[in-house]
Structure formats: structure tokens, C-alpha cells
């Protein structure tokens, strides 16, 4: 048999302070590190998930885009006495 609450946040934690400290130990182990990293990998959106998975420029990309960018940086400025 499955009940469900509709029970908000201060609610909940109100429950937890109610607990004995032996329940306190067992919450805090049932909550650990890597069942919070799970679930917040759940809560990412379709955008972060998108970008966490992206691909990435290699070292050597990198710098050819460096170099590309310095090179149109050059182009683009104008001389002062044309302003």
C-alpha cells in the first residue's frame, strides 16, 4: 500500500526534527553524497545536460582559434586619424 502527502518543504523538516537520533544517523546515510549527485543529475534541464555533454576544443583548436581571432582583431581596427 502506497501513500502519497502533499507536503511542502518546512513541513518535511519539521517531520525530520521529530526524529529519534538513531533515524537522524539512517536519514543521513540514506542521503548521501553520491544518491544527491544522482538525483541532481536527474534535475538537470535539456540545455545543461546539452552543455555538461558538449563536445570540447582540443589544445591545438584552441589555439588556432587564438591565433584567427588575434589575426581579425588586426583587421578590424581602425587607424586613429580615421576616427
Not at 544522482?38 to 570540447?56: G, I, R, T
Amino acid at each position: 500500500m502506497e501513500v502519497k502527502l502533499d507536503l511542502n518543504f518546512d513541513q518535511v523538516i519539521e517531520l525530520i526534527k521529530q526524529l529519534p537520533a538513531s533515524q537522524l544517523a539512517k536519514l543521513k546515510m540514506e542521503l548521501s553524497d553520491s544518491f544527491l549527485k544522482k538525483k541532481s543529475k536527474k534535475d538537470l534541464s535539456k540545455l545543461q545536460d546539452f552543455l555538461l555533454n558538449a563536445p570540447v576544443m582540443s589544445d591545438e583548436q584552441f589555439e588556432v582559434y587564438q591565433k584567427r581571432r588575434k589575426e581579425l582583431s588586426k583587421w578590424r581596427i581602425f587607424p586613429q586619424e580615421a576616427l
